[in-house]
Structures are given as structure tokens and as C-alpha cells.
């Protein structure tokens, strides 16, 4: 049973899709990565404003399992929590197809923070793994 | 010492970039994706024709370590080497920039061949697999 | 006072946002064709489906006013309208800044459809631009 | 005769090509971008570095027609010029296939220039427009 504490739902758009006629692979990491950014958002945390403020969370390794391929107009919801392990961020992200719930892919993303150039921590961040409210 | 078999160059154009002013960890997909078809391509396999043959190598897993960012201007080349795992074709990609060879990414694509829906084999990829001609 | 027919809602997300900390030039486009394809979907008319059916609309020219540029976060609408001249269906796409309206691009997009290789028409679309439900 | 200065070659990625198996319409306006930066870079200007010192040229209004769809593997070439209209900085830039050198689009793009948040000049890129060494 997965501990989901953030989701995040898209709608699949044509010209997100390839000559395949599905979702371009890469398209999922733009997914994964705008679900990870709003996440912050609920909390108040602004990843545009963070760059500014010269804290850069970074994506150190990322793996993805393509499970079904989503296809135009397919509704579907990226479902994520996160842990910490010594100085990385993971979080663990799921997308799902809307209506039939089969999974679309699996993906860990282990995310370091640049402070200035160097390895680094961030307070704001720390406190988001405190958070266990799971929404599914 | 890496085997490699194939090389494609990229030059880091300014709208791959993001604000953190760094190309954005979904466009090296991108480029691990163009490379794989060049490679293709330069066996005179197409892609497309593939697809129109109803053969559609999709991607079953990417795992992508995120190493040196790579930056607006940055010129820098992706090598590849594949070996096949049951019926999966595993295709070790690294991308180096290029000036100082220093590695910006170490990437493992592992891709299935679909034939009309189902899980197959494509003649034309495996002769690929058995070419060994190392380029570096 | 434009006579909209049509609206569909986008926010920003930021890898779609460049160097320069604004949305990129190029996505505004992936913001129009989405909004048309919508469009056509909001009248049960699929874009893939008609392109399997060997009816594609083309985007034969299109202009666009850049005047107010978005950024990370913000919530945007595009509204629409269409007209037919001659063997073109016009769409008129404009897109605001949501919270205060302002006027984020204006666009005119000239449409042709090409059936099975050569303009044509296509009666579903012709239906809709009898359509002229206004929506704001 | 047309009177370009600049030009840079493209090969069609087949991830840059949608559903209806042609170069996205978007995709373009990403070619014709990265063409203005490559001139500039030629003259050893550095758009990312011009943003740095508050310079930003931004695109106030583009036309493209299009002519030729451009298809996976397809080479082309972005050729451009640019004239000063008082303010405007107006590039012309169209893309040819190459092999039968057939026209893929015609643009004309007027961009300005915006200093630290206002309308402004940059002497850089007046210098550009004097420079009227003819490619082709």
C-alpha cells in the first residue's frame, strides 16, 4: 500500500505525443517534475523563488518503469511521497491513467539541493518529509 | 574502458534550458532518444517505417545519473553501446561535454520490440546487437 | 468586444519557462493548439481520430501579438473564436493572465485541412464554426 | 533574391514530430530561436550573458507561413536577415529542405529590446543589422 501525500492530474495534449501516437517518454520527466513543483507550492514553496534566493534542488538519478502507454486524451494522475536518505530527497512518483486506475509508470527520483554552488541543505524541504498527511 | 559503437554531437540550445539556467533533466531523454534512432538510422533502420511496419521499440525502463549540468552553448556528444538481455534490448548511453570529456550523464535504456500490440522481435535490431565495431 | 466561443484554462509550469525566467515564445503555440484541439473535443471531434480517418487540419499561417509575458506559477485562459473564409477556418485565440486579465498574446491562426493529401473540407468542422455560443 | 546573412542546419528529430507524422508547428518557432542565437553567437554575442546584464531581446510579434511540412529525418536550413524599424529589430527568416531546397516556412519575427524591465537599446545588436555580408 503506497503512503501518497501529493497528486497532481494532467491532461495527455496532442502535441505531447509522438509518431507512435502516445506520450513522448520524455513528456512523463516534465510530469514528474511539475508535480514535484507544485507539491512545493502547497507548501508555500516557490521553486522559481528558491533559484533566486541561490538554492537549487537538483535531480541526482532518476529511474522510471513504463507500465501502459498513456495515449491523446487520456486523463491521468501523478501520485508522489517522499523520504529522506542521508542528503538526498526521494521521492517516489506514480502516474496513473484516470478511469481504469492501471498504472502508467513508476518512478524514484533522488533529488540533492545546491546551496551556492555546493552540496547543501534546505530547511524548507526537511520539513516537507515531516509531512505524512496521505491523500490516497 | 566503455565499448562503445555509436556517437551523436549536440549543441545545448538556449530554449532547452530552464530557469535554473541549466538544460532540463527531461531534454537528456530527448537526446538519449535521437541518438538511439540515429543509430538506427545510420543501420538504415527507420523508425518511422518501423512504426508504419507495425514494430514500435518502446522503452520499458530508463534509469539516467545526473552527473555534470550541462549549460547554454555547451557542445557535447552522446555515445551508446547495446546488449540484448532476454528480449530486451539494453542500450548504455553516456553523454559527455565536450572541450573537457567530462561525463554529464550515465543513462541505461532498456527497450521491448511490440509487433502489432504484442511483445516481439525485430530481425533488423538483433543484426544490430552483434555489431561490435567500437568507435571509442 | 470579442465574441469567444470557447476557453480553456493553463498554468505555467516551469519547465516550459526559459533562461530569461518567462514562458518561452514557442510554448504559447503548444497553448493555441492544445486550446483548438479541445475545441474540436468540447463537439466530440478527436484530432487522432480524424487523422486516422486520413483528415488533417494544417496550420497553414499564424501571427501572434506577444504583449504581457507569463511566468512560473501563473494561471492563464485562452479563448477562441473561428470564422470561415474561403477554404480557411480562421481562429481568432487570445490569451489572458487570470487574477487580472491582462492581455497575455493575441493570435490568429489560418487553418486548412488536407484530406488524404489534398485541401479539402471536412464537415464537422465546417459545424462548428455555424456554432457561436458565446462564452464571455 | 533574398539577402541572407546567417544561416544553421537542422536534422528533424522524430520526437519533435506529432501524431500526424510531421514536424509540430511549435517546434519550428524553436528552430527559428535557436537560429537568432546561433547569429548572435557568431558575432560573439551570448544571449544567456546579455539576460545577465539585464538585456533582454524579447519577441513582440511573429508570422510564420507555412508552406512544407517537414517530416522525420528531413535535413532543412534557417536562413535570416534583419532590419532596424525604429525600435524593432525585425528578422526574417525562412527554412528550406534541403535536397530540393523547397521552402518549409516563411517568418518575419520583430523583436525589442527590454533593459532592466523598460524598452531600451542595445548597441550590440544595432552593430548586427550594418552587417550585411550576404550567404546566399
Chains 1, 2, 3, 4 share one sequence.
Not at 529522506?84 to 498504472?103: A, H, M, N, S
Amino acid at each position: 500500500m503506497e503512503k501518497y501525500i501529493f497528486e497532481q492530474k494532467f491532461k495527455v495534449r496532442d502535441y505531447e505525443c509522438d509518431i507512435q501516437g502516445v506520450l513522448n517518454n520524455a513528456v512523463y520527466q516534465n510530469y514528474l517534475e511539475h508535480t514535484r513543483h507544485e507539491f512545493l507550492a502547497s507548501k508555500n514553496i516557490s521553486f522559481a523563488d528558491l533559484h533566486l534566493k541561490g538554492i537549487d534542488p537538483m535531480v541526482a538519478r532518476i529511474s522510471i518503469d513504463y507500465k501502459t502507454p498513456l495515449r491523446p486524451g487520456d486523463c491521468c494522475i501523478c501520485r508522489l511521497y517522499v523520504q529522506k536518505e542521508g542528503i538526498k530527497y526521494v521521492f517516489f512518483q506514480d502516474i496513473y491513467r484516470l478511469g481504469d486506475e492501471k498504472i502508467a509508470i513508476k518512478a524514484r527520483v533522488d533529488a540533492v539541493v545546491v546551496v551556492n554552488g555546493k552540496l547543501g541543505f534546505c530547511d524548507e524541504l526537511d520539513e516537507l518529509v515531516n509531512d505524512t498527511k496521505i491523500v490516497k
